[in-house]
């Protein structure tokens, strides 16, 4: 098996964050302008409007996944780490955008499946989980059965899962740098128990963006810089 | 996107990298290197008396997130981690009233304190992070005042 990433595979030097993430020359750019407005503004319900009139005017889901929430998600991280929006503000709009990804959920779920399953989590301890979800709408909605475990999730309940669902791929997320260590640990776990000999392991989130070589480190067998790319090196690592 | 980019000098050297053992009497001492650093940080008190009654649980917060930072890093053996965080802080402590010169402070601290506390082979691999880190953030502090 070879070992796969998608990406330039080079840290491109650290930038401090002073400009948005809601870059105009990005497709869906307004949508994504507007959608964060009405987000910062609490108005939930007019954010759902414009991401389902989006979607039934034939923009599709993976679309609004990579070009409306995950800069928006991204834009207002650096907002709460420049002081532009308080923790609460954060929260409201994390948690808006996991419900409107429900609310999509009806076009998530309607692939034929292929016969692959993933299971998908956020190490113990791990709060960050929006993107990791993310990942697993994705792979649904190319056909794969999704196991999604959620934030925080123990090592010994990601194992239990692998085995009852005889999962091809686990996809491991962690966004805090200290955090590593569990993924790490959980791997080794993965690879010394029976179930996971076959099992193929994903790995994503910020210190793996940082550290180009840090999913090898870590005993993975590939790393992906988002959802779309999670796609192409689960093909890869199952080849 | 245009975004400030601050170049560092000392990314492009080698990695440090600290032994197992090194590792583990690092995570044997933790508690206490926690505790003195914290303790001499607070005795900075020009540095800590606007935080008010505040001033001990924000610094061992800072102090605790700053070893579970450098554990990982040297777990894996990877600056490039620390350099994140730096730069992170450096955008959000201002305006949890930490300056950078104050964290740059208390990363010497750490160094020292760490020296006082781990065997002297122990205390150097160990070091060799802390002092890339304080070199870094030394680089920041510069760059954030031109």
Known sequence: MQAAQVGDGKNEGIELARTTFIDE???LAELAGRYLKVLLGAERHLASRLVMEAVESGVSVKDIYLHVFQPCQREIGRLWQTNQVSVAQEH???AATQLIMSQLYPYVF????IGRCLVAACVGGELHEIGMRMVADFFEMEGWDTYYLGANTPSKSILQAIEEREAHVLGVSATITFNVGAVADLIADLRTSE???????????????IAPNLWQTVGADGYAADAQQAIYVADQILM | MSRKSVPSDHLQTAQPSVSPDALSAFRDAREA????VVARSLAREEEVVHHGDEAERLIASGIEFTTRMLDAAMAVGEVSLLEDQLVWAMDRLPHEQVSPDHVLHRFQIYAEAVRELLPGEYAAQ????????IVRQQELVQADEV
């Open chain 1, 195 to 209: 179930v996971g000999k076959d099992v193929r392991v994903l790995v994503g989130g910020r210190p793996f963006l």
């Open chain 1, 92 to 94: 409201y709009c994390t």
């Open chain 1, 25 to 27: 020359d990005r497709p």
């Open chain 2, 33 to 36: 290197i926690i505790r003195e």
């Open chain 2, 126 to 133: 160990v070091n060799r992070f802390l002092e890339w880190m």
């Open chain 1, 110 to 113: 309607n692939t034929e499946k």
